[in-house]
């Protein structure tokens, strides 16, 4: 647990929790504390038992936002992605008059980016810290939304070039993270759509429309994750019809070739019946005559299906 007084974007480091629970006379009290730590802050700052257990418990939460005596609680979620896989990440917060108390189960790489934005913003509330934070969490967004793009576009091309069985699993995999992300966006939006609309006492008002921009850049999010999941639809659309194409091209193939040696195994059948008297049959060169001719047929053929783009 780290406790910093911030004033004006200026970090003081406190060692002492007791400090914190006395509004400072300008700044305020950032906690960034693991779920363990709330053992200890629950009883000092009053933090609601339902919103601790929620923190405690809760390995993925549903964004949302409760209003409590004294402060808010606040759960939105990071979101990762490692090109195989989108983890998603709870930050809890409660938010005071005074301090606000970040709380998470894994490290979150916005926590670390929102301190030079406390000092070049010379942030004084814990208000617009929330906003600072909220702002990074759903820009993040956009930085997974790109690079998702940009793998729905290397599978594409990877599905024309050269399908493989592998492609699908891909497909479905990447498909079933971008549905299931699509209705953690939904809450997510909501909680949003709260902090610039609803009417809250530890929150400035003249934040509001600051808030409303976040609000617009999760409803594009939103969009744009709505869009993936129609472009993986079609992804998958378009690997059947590879493999199908694929199909019809070796078929198309194995008649050519079928055809080419139907006529070559009738002279070979032929020529290999039990009969006294066939033409050429005692012939000294009557062997490499008829090798001659069924190369001549079949060479004669395998030029006229190239040229006809059949092969």
């Given at each position: 647990m780290k406790i910093r007084l911030v004033n004006n974007g200026v970090f003081t480091v406190e060692e002492d929790i007791q400090a914190a629970l006395v509004p400072p006379i300008e700044g305020f009290y950032w906690i960034d504390a693991d779920v363990e730590d709330l053992a200890v802050l629950q009883p000092l700052f009053g933090l609601h038992e339902l919103a601790v257990e929620d923190s405690l418990t809760e390995e993925e939460q549903r964004p949302k936002i409760e209003v409590h005596d004294g402060h808010y609680f606040i759960?939105?979620?990071s979101i990762r992605f490692d090109d195989e896989e989108i983890f998603l990440r709870a930050l809890n917060i409660f938010l005071g008059r005074h301090y606000i108390i970040?709380?998470?189960?894994?490290k979150i790489n916005e926590l670390r980016a929102v301190k030079p934005l406390l000092l070049e913003h010379e942030v004084n509330r814990p208000d617009r810290f929330l906003y600072h934070i909220v702002d990074l969490v759903v820009d993040n967004y956009f930085v997974v939304g790109d690079r998702i793009d940009a793998r729905i576009e290397k599978l594409e091309e990877d599905i024309l070039m050269h399908t493989k069985k592998s492609?699908?699993?891909e497909i479905i995999g990447l498909r079933g993270e971008i549905l299931w992300?699509?209705?953690v966006l939904g809450p997510q939006k909501e909680v949003i759509a709260a902090l610039n609309k609803r009417d809250l006492k530890l929150i400035d008002d003249q934040l509001q429309k600051y808030f409303h921009d976040i609000y617009e850049n999760a409803v594009?999010?939103?969009?744009?994750f709505e869009t993936y999941r129609d472009l993986m639809s079609n992804l998958r659309e378009a690997y059947q019809s590879s493999l199908a194409a694929r199909a019809n091209e070796i078929m198309r193939v194995f008649t050519a070739l079928t055809t080419i040696f139907m006529p070559l195994t009738f002279l070979t059948g032929i020529y290999g019946m039990n009969f006294d008297y066939i033409p050429g049959l005692n012939s000294p060169g009557g062997s490499l005559v008829l090798l001659a001719f069924m190369l001549i047929l079949g060479f004669g053929?395998?030029?006229?299906?190239r040229k006809k783009d059949w092969l």
């Open positions: 759960v939105i979620n970040t709380v998470t189960k894994q492609h699908l699993e992300l699509k209705k594009k999010i939103a969009e744009a053929m395998f030029y006229i299906f």
